[in-house]
C-alpha cells in the first residue's frame, strides 16, 4: 500500500456524500479532471475499487463501503490531535443535528442548551429536516445526530445495532381547533360534519401516524382536507386563524393549551403517543460524538 494523502480521504468522503463527480469536485475546489485522477489514485494506494461508475448516481463499491468507516475515522483523529496540539487555535469541531422541524423549535434548544453546560468544547449545527431526509442524511453521515419523533405503532424501524437511539421522552399527537371566547372547540371530531382538516403532506412522518390511527381506530369522521404542509408549525398557524382541525404534537402547543387559544376537539382513541427519539450512527466514530453519547446516555440511559 502506498503513502495516502488526507486530502485524498477527504476527497472519498465528498464523493460518497455527493455521489457526482462534478458535485464532489466542486466542493473541493478542484476541476472534475484532477479531482476524478485523485481518486482514481487513491483506489490504487488501497488496492481496491471504491466506487462503481456504472450506474448513476455513482455509488459506493462494497469495498468503498467497508472503507468509509475507516476513512472517516482516521479524518477525526488527525483532527483531533491537531486540536490538542494547537489548543490556542480557536477552533472547535462541529457537531450536526438533524431535527424535525417542530423539535427544532422546542426540544433542541434545550437539548442543545443542557449538553454544552456538561460539554462546551464543540459547536453545533442544526437542520430541520422531514425525518426521511434526517434518517438517509444519518445513513450517508451528514449529520451526527437524528432528533426525530417516532410512532410505536409504525412499520418504521431502524436497524439499532447501526442506529441505536435514545429515548428522551413522550409527547402526544392531538387533534386541535381554535376556541371560541368561551373556550369550547369550535369544531367538534365525531360530531360535526365536514370538519375542515389541516394535514400533513404525504410524505411527513406526523402525516402518517395520523392517516395510521384513523385507519386503525373505529368510528368514522367527518373531514374534509382544505389544507396541506409538510411542517407542524404551519399547521399550527391555521389552527390559531381558525381554518380547522389539525392533530399536532403536544409539546409545540403547550403555551397555547395553556392560554385556551387552542383546545383538543376529539376523543382520547384519536390521539397518537409520540416518543422522542435522538439516534445516532456506529460509523460515526468523532471522539466528541462519542463523549455527547455518553453523557446523553447518562442522562435519559440508552436504549
Do not use: N, W
Given at each position: 500500500m502506498h503513502n495516502i494523502e488526507t486530502k485524498w480521504l477527504e476527497d472519498f468522503l465528498a464523493l460518497a456524500k455527493t455521489q457526482s463527480f462534478s458535485q464532489a469536485a466542486r466542493l473541493r475546489h478542484v476541476t472534475q479532471p484532477a479531482f476524478s485522477r485523485r481518486i482514481k489514485t487513491l483506489e490504487q494506494s488501497v488496492g481496491a475499487q471504491l466506487f462503481e461508475r456504472d450506474v448513476q448516481p455513482v455509488r459506493l463499491s462494497d469495498a468503498g463501503q467497508q472503507f468509509l468507516p475507516t476513512a472517516r475515522k482516521v479524518l477525526a483523529q488527525l483532527q483531533a490531535a491537531v486540536r490538542q496540539l494547537s489548543p490556542s487555535g480557536g477552533y472547535l469541531p462541529r457537531i450536526n443535528f438533524c431535527a424535525a422541524h417542530a423539535l427544532t423549535f422546542t426540544l433542541m434548544p434545550e437539548l442543545v442548551r443542557w449538553i454544552r453546560q456538561q460539554e462546551s468544547g464543540f459547536m453545533v449545527r442544526t437542520e430541520a429536516a422531514n425525518v426521511d431526509v434526517g434518517l438517509n442524511a444519518l445513513r450517508k453521515g451528514e449529520c451526527d445526530f437524528l432528533l426525530a419523533f417516532h410512532d410505536p405503532q409504525s412499520w418504521i424501524r431502524l436497524d439499532e445495532t447501526l442506529f441505536p437511539h435514545c429515548q428522551l421522552g413522550w409527547t402526544r399527537l392531538m387533534p386541535v381547533c381554535?376556541?371560541?371566547?368561551?373556550?369550547?372547540?369550535?369544531?367538534?371530531?365525531?360530531?360535526?360534519?365536514?370538519?375542515?382538516?389541516?394535514?400533513?403532506?404525504?410524505?411527513?412522518?406526523?402525516?402518517?401516524?395520523?392517516?395510521?390511527?384513523?385507519?386503525?381506530?373505529?368510528?368514522?369522521?367527518?373531514?374534509?382536507?382544505?389544507?396541506?404542509?409538510?411542517?407542524?408549525q404551519g399547521l399550527k398557524q391555521m389552527v390559531l386563524a381558525g381554518e380547522g382541525v389539525a392533530w399536532l404534537p403536544e409539546v409545540t402547543i403547550q403555551q397555547e393549551l395553556e392560554s385556551g387559544a387552542i383546545v383538543p376537539c376529539g376523543a382520547e382513541q384519536w390521539v397518537v403517543p409520540l416518543a422522542i427519539c435522538l439516534y445516532r450512527s456506529v460509523s460515526d466514530e468523532k471522539p466528541m460524538v462519542d463523549r455527547l453519547w455518553q453523557l446523553i446516555g447518562e442522562r435519559y440511559g440508552a436504549v
Open positions: 381554535k376556541a371560541t371566547r368561551h373556550g369550547q372547540a369550535i369544531y367538534r371530531l365525531g360530531v360535526d360534519q365536514d370538519v375542515p382538516y389541516l394535514a400533513y403532506t404525504s410524505e411527513a412522518m406526523l402525516g402518517q401516524a395520523v392517516r395510521e390511527r384513523l385507519r386503525s381506530q373505529l368510528g368514522d369522521l367527518s373531514l374534509k382536507k382544505v389544507y396541506e404542509t409538510a411542517m407542524a
